[in-house]
């Protein structure tokens, strides 16, 4: 295999760095002897073990912080914290070559342009067709379609062609049938960016909505008619319901110290039948905090119960997970036990109120708890609304006060719901890891930009492929074993207990010690009953083959009675054998698949970029390589061999070996 | 099948002190609707059972609500719900049973605000709308009663049971369910767990294990050498008995150094209690200890068991905190609920043992050497880390059947005082050190879901059991006692129900054990002991004799070894007595005790953090992590009488899949044979390829 290594946009072309030693995070005794190398997208560090060149892939977009800590007698460490929640340390044995990884790393973990980014130059080797077709995997106006939309009640809204209205909305809005385009845009001039008040999910059952939007522009004693107008029209179009809740997904004093800045929320007086609800979810600066808080504790090096249990207490993490579930929950009741329509906001509505709509989504609808359906719902609440994905999760270099883990809590609720609802989720855990991974990949273009105004301009679509369309081609990798579409928990809303304990909600040790090894399991269950799963279709394709042979042969035998005076006529034993040989054929198949399985440990699946860009390589091996790069001067022939022929992310190697025994003899 | 037959009948020995409690039932029972009922309740009960009172209520808190019926006996409470029959062939159920021994707290609750907790002696205040019944075991029974005429009875029912709760609050007084002459039937052949009753199966143990320098020693036949250790102990062969004696009496309580477990590498795992200090031993008999302790080897390590585990007390405590952490009423702030957990210390206990149990594994396999745990009284931590060393690094032990072997062979015949430390006798030595080794195994189990041939469902009624005063084997301290009980000493060899039993033994009835799990559950439940994920295959891969001493070399010639505190340090010698005065010795025995190592023994030994689980491990071995976040909390377990946290833990599991797929063989095996020889000659016979591929 040939890797292809750009080295153009490196300002400094930084020689690989030899004798790097890559140190254990436990055993400070055990460090791996290796080769450090730059790319313009990848830092990747090589084992010199002879038997076993382990490697190391890092992109450059997943680095967070690098630190440069003081020089010892082995030489100079190098911290390197990634967003994916891996920690990679390095000692290099020359302090001027430490300096020179620092600084080139510093520059390349902080792009100024998008087209920095490497999205912009990951080629998945699919052509033009292919990849527009990946674009449309998930359609936004088919899932208002499944909603039941447009309807009597609801109409698809052009009031924000052109962004006119709003820059941060999409084009393609919902909002209620009597809410004119007068309403709409004197309730826009009352919102805080004007996010004025629009669906985010429709319950076709009851007429029951979501409604989403920022905070008014109260202030003290502020009002519109035309926005009051608008919570009307809301109201209205669930004829069922006299009233609406309106839930401010802020600490109330948090809502109340933006009174004194002209913002605020809704004054009951105001708004006839209204019903207003605080629900305190921190803001993201706290949210950030807390992350850093819980992260510092899995870096312990061998954290005892006390430090473990007291650290996760103290930050708070589980605490404000609990925060968004119950707002999710209050709003999945509201919805389907009262049948009221709910809008939600906090201060802008693309934060909190991302999260809130999407958990309350999943909990009411069985459709956004399958592989398609959460890609759309995440195309919906989080992308479609402008959730600002470059800001908070640090793609470009920017304010850090920005960045804030919004929607990896969303992720771990999904995650807390599936431990909860184990047969109610299409996908399994390494669904959700991965998503979160390509969230600050960087690969895709999906989570490029902060609006879709942004994205549209950047024609990202037209330069980039779509995430949704890379997992659902590998679907077969993030189904739940225990996913039943029939059982009762699967349809309709999930039903969680009026008031969860704090308990209920467990730390999340596969997302956050997701590259601690030895953290894990050694043995995987879902992967284990994928197993059994797929050996249990294999039975069920030989039974039908085996039923339908049996009727056949029934039937020769029946036609062999009825013609036993005359000649047996040859052409029904022709087609006979040919069905014969059909069926031969499935044994054969089964056992290719079981052997292939192995493959599919959870350490070996395309938990990295890195693995697509080895694959591109074996692709690329063929003569068309040239061809395809036009970036030809400047490449370097790294001949990384890619570990166990590149079907494991390297990133994620240590340890592996035993992993993949183990898996394979889930097979035998 | 090994978990009992089917169609016995059960004789119930009462407790000494008979209930006087008869009286009541019948006498203010309505008669309306107690003369059928009763007939049909009383179908249900054991002989010598006694109902004393019932009411009609409905389970609340799990779902589904169940319609029933409370029923308070002088042995149990349990709620019958409608429509519900009593299985002649499991006489207690696990479900819907609360032996009055499990009882822990009773409430009764009337409206929103009333709540009286009911002690021995109390006096009920108002008619109970709800009745909270909570188990030592974690489990809760909810039971809401009927309004509407039959509130006497919901009263009278409350009340019956505070009694009865109070007067059956002495668990040694119950002798356990015995199995009838009748009791015949022709099950399956059964698969046994050897009780080590008998010099037979001890023989067959050794064999077993392949422990070749080591002998059957019958010297303890009469329990003269010590009443808390089995009849007999495995020796070296070429220590006489009269040598063990006099050897294993300069040993705390008698408990001199036996053969726990031989590694197929060929090192050898003792367990013996403290050296007795105050004796004064020749130095012939110094000799004899010497050569017991290094069993052959030249390399001997001394394990000091207690060290950095928890003592007794504090494993009470903790167990106690953890009960009243996980009540559902439970005063801990939500956002304090993790500090809480850290407070009862339980999960940094579960993770000591771990620690030292991964330690001793790697001792074992390191080298060939003779590696000895030593604890004052050999009867708690000793059989706690035995056993898990042997789950880590044998294979068979991870079997259902080697398993519960291992639990009969290292506490339950080696003299783990379970009523002692799970009844409380009164002495205040009362510890669930049993209970933590569960939870320790069910740790394990976590970080291996494939290893394991029980499932969690296994576990959980294990550690159910040791509430629930059915037979004998959690129900006293010793062999013996256990031997006196049944009334003489030469029973059965091996127990096996519904084996015709040989006429000498017919008047005896024959004692049932814990392992007979038909007495509480039924055939269905008992299918769910087996953890559909284990997969036996690849352990006969790993685990085959021809392995033996691969890499395993011998330690130095005459190294004798002190593990304290995760590192190995050189001891004098190995019995504190020899050439001075007992005190001097044993201060200047002990070398210096090290700073605790961070770094695990398997580190400092072959150079890799323990919990990474990477490549060069001797086969068959587990290094179990044991780093804060890698503890889990059994909250199957623990958060039982919780149910709001249950949701998820009781959806379908595996064993939902495993069903399918066996009957989908099934079915695939039926068209089979109904195929055509011709086409057989074409392609593979389908059922090789099955056994290929399951």
Known sequence: ?668 | MWWGGRGQSFNITPPKEEPEMGSIQGSRMPESRSNQLGRCLASGCLPGEQILAWAPGVRKGLEPELPGTLICTNLRVTFQPCGWQRSQGTPLSSEYDFALVNIGRLEAVSGLSRVQLLRAGSLLKFIPEEILIHGRDFRLLRVGFEAGGLEPQAFQVTTTIVQATAQSSQAHQYSGITLSKAGQSSGPRKLLIPLLETSEDWEAERKKQGARGWRVSTVNDRFDIATSLPRYVLVPNRTLDSEVRRAFGHFHQGRGPRLSWHHPGGSDLLRCGGFYTASDPSKEDIRTMESMLQAGHSDVVLVDTSDELPSLTDVQLAHLRLRALCLPDSSVAEDKWLSALEGTRWLDYVRSCLRKASDISVLVTSRVRSVVLQEHGDRDLNGLLSSLVQLLLAPEARTLLGFQSLVQREWVAAGHPFLTRLWGTGANEEAPVFLLFIDCVWQLLQQFPAEFEFSEFFLLALHDSVRVPDTLTFLRDSPWERGKQSGQFNYTQVYTPGYPQPPAENSINQQLSVWDWGLRYSNEQILQFHNPGYDPEHCSDSWIPRQQSYFMVPGPPNSVWLFSRGALTPLNQLCPWRDSLSLLAVSSRWLPRPAISTESLADQEWGLPSHWGACPLPPGLLLPGYLGPQIRLWRRCYLRGRPEVQMGLTALTISGLQDELSHLQELLRKWTPRLSPEDHSKKRDPNTILSQAC
């Not at chain 1, 290594?5 to 005794?29: H, Q, T, Y």
């Not at chain 1, 499944?146 to 698809?156: A, F, K, V």
């Not at chain 1, 284990?528 to 799963?533: N, R």
Request: proline share 4%; glycine share 4%.
């Open chain 1, 1 to 668: 295999m040939v890797l292809v290594v750009v080295w153009e946009l490196i300002e400094k072309p930084a020689e690989n760095v030899e004798n790097v030693r890559l140190v254990d995070r436990i055993s400070s005794k055990k460090a791996a002897l290796g080769t450090l190398y730059l790319t313009a997208t990848h830092v990747i560090f090589v084992e010199n073990a002879p038997d076993a060149r382990k490697e190391t892939w890092i992109l450059h977009s997943q680095i967070s912080t690098i630190e440069k800590q003081a020089t010892t007698a082995t030489g100079c460490p190098l911290l390197i914290r990634c967003k994916n929640f891996q920690t990679v340390q390095l000692i290099i044995p020359q302090e001027r070559d430490c300096h020179d990884v620092y600084i080139s790393l510093i520059r390349l973990a902080r792009p100024v342009k998008y087209e920095e980014l490497y999205c912009f130059s990951f080629n998945p080797k699919l052509d033009k067709e292919e990849r527009e077709q990946g674009w449309l995997l998930i359609d936004l106006s088919e899932e208002y379609k499944r909603m039941g939309l447009p309807n009597n009640y609801w109409q698809l809204s052009d009031v924000n062609r052109d962004y006119r209205v709003c820059d941060s909305y999409p084009t393609e809005l919902y909002v209620p049938k009597s809410a004119t385009a007068h309403i709409i845009v004197g309730s826009s001039k009352f919102r805080s960016r004007r996010r004025f008040p629009a669906l985010s999910y429709y319950c076709k059952d009851n007429h029951a909505s979501i409604c989403r939007s920022s905070q008014p522009l109260s202030g003290f004693s502020a009002r519109c008619l035309e926005d009051e107008q608008m919570l009307q029209a809301i109201r209205k179009a669930n004829p069922e319901s006299d009233f609406i809740y309106v839930v401010d997904t802020r600490p109330k004093l948090n809502a109340m110290a933006n009174r004194a800045a002209g913002k605020g929320y809704e004054n009951e007086d105001n708004y006839s039948n209204i019903k207003f609800q605080f629900i305190g979810i921190e803001n993201i600066h706290v949210m950030r905090n807390s992350l850093q808080k819980m992260l510092e504790v899995c870096e312990l090096k061998s954290p005892l119960m006390s430090d473990f249990l007291w650290g996760l207490e103290n930050s708070g993490w589980l605490r404000h997970i609990k925060a968004i579930m119950d707002a999710g929950i209050f709003i999945a009741k509201a919805v389907s036990e009262e049948g009221a329509s709910v809008l939600v906001h906090c201060s802008d509505g693309w934060d909190r109120t991302a999260q809130v709509c999407s958990v309350a989504s999943l909990l009411l609808d069985s459709h956004y708890r399958t592989l398609k359906g959460f890609m759309v719902l995440i195309e919906k609440d989080w992308i479609s609304f402008g959730h600002k994905f470059n800001h908070r999760y640090g793609n470009l270099d920017g304010d850090p006060k920005e960045i804030s883990p919004v929607i990896d809590q969303f992720i771990e609720c999904v995650w807390q719901l599936m431990e909860q609802f184990p047969c109610a989720f299409e996908f399994n855990e390494r669904f959700l890891i991965h998503i979160q991974h390509h969230i600050y990949s960087c690969q895709f273009g999906n989570f490029l930009c902060n609006s879709q105004k942004e994205r549209r301009e950047l024609k990202i679509q037209e330069r980039t492929y779509s995430l949704w369309d890379h997992l659902w081609k590998n679907r077969a990798d993030y189904l739940n074993p225990l996913f039943r579409a029939d059982h009762s928990q699967t349809q309709g809303t999930l039903h969680l207990p009026t008031t969860p304990c704090n308990f209920m909600y467990k730390f999340w040790s596969g997302m956050y010690n997701r590259f601690e090894k030895g953290m894990q399991p050694r043995q995987s269950v879902t992967d284990y009953l994928m197993a059994v799963k797929e050996e249990t279709q294999q039975l069920e394709e030989e039974l039908e083959a085996l039923e339908e042979r049996l009727e056949k042969i029934q039937k020769v035998q029946l036609n062999c009675t009825k013609v036993k005076s005359k000649q047996s006529e040859p052409s029904k034993y022709s087609g006979f054998s040919t069905s014969d040989n059909s069926t031969a054929n499935t044994p054969q198949d089964y056992s290719g698949n079981m052997k292939s399985f192995p493959s599919r440990s959870p350490s070996q699946g395309d938990e990295d970029s890195a693995l697509i860009l080895t694959q591109d390589n074996l692709k690329s091996s063929d003569p068309d390589l040239s061809a395809n790069s036009d970036q030809e001067s400047g490449v370097e022939d790294l001949s990384c061999r890619s570990p166990s022929g590149g079907e494991c992310a390297p990133s994620e190697d240590s340890g592996k070996d035993r992993d993949s025994d183990e898996a394979v003899f889930l097979t035998a």
